[in-house]
């Protein structure tokens, strides 16, 4: 499959399928963790076209894309602002989500996005990335263990009205 896919930044114009891919890929991964108001409730306000779009146009967020020749298979967000700006005086950058569909989880997809990512954050000359991930999400933080991530803090996470917590991971760059 690695051959057949690109990684690539997103392109004005594509927001729609992006929010498209994120509500399908959110859905996928958390739909049966959530009562149903609390999943449409956040999957509205995080999902909102014309917010990705301008935090994108601000420059505060970047995309990257996975696709091959007929659809979008995943993608990952990148914030330049947040909770951390820096960690032990280095500059950070959040990976605020990294998601693949379902039907190509364990193709290396994840792993392509995270590369691109880790590379995009240093030619921007960050020292560190940090991420929050579901602390019962054992799959990512399995994945973001393997790529060296450790776990530095906690704090809450709203879904609707369900209040998650998540784990606090860096790297250092």
């Known amino acids: 499959m690695a051959a057949e896919t690109k990684i690539r930044p997103i392109r004005q114009g594509e927001f729609e ?4 891919l994120g509500k399908k890929t959110f859905t996928e991964t958390f739909g049966d963790c959530y009562p149903p108001e609390d999943l449409h409730q956040y999957l509205t306000e995080a999902f909102e ?19 091959d020749k007929k659809e ?9 602002e947040g909770e951390y700006p820096t960690l032990d005086g280095r500059p950070a950058i959040e990976l605020e989500r990294l998601y693949v569909r379902q039907g190509v989880i364990q193709k290396g997809l994840g792993s392509q996005l995270m590369e691109a990512c880790l590379q995009k954050a240093k030619e921007l000359g960050k020292g560190a990335m940090w ?10 933080r399995a994945f973001y263990e393997k790529w060296g991530f450790t776990v ?22």
């Open 152 to 173: 530095f803090g906690k704090h809450a996470y709203p879904i609707g009205e369900t209040m998650d917590e998540d784990l606090l991971m860096k790297k250092w760059l």
């Open 17 to 20: 399928a992006l929010v498209e």
């Open 49 to 67: 076209p014309n917010k990705l779009q301008e935090e994108w146009a601000a420059g505060r967020c970047l995309y990257f894309l996975v696709t």
């Open 131 to 140: 991420l929050g991930v579901w602390e019962e999400n054992h799959r990512a």
């Open 72 to 80: 979008l298979l995943g993608y990952a967000k990148l914030r330049h």
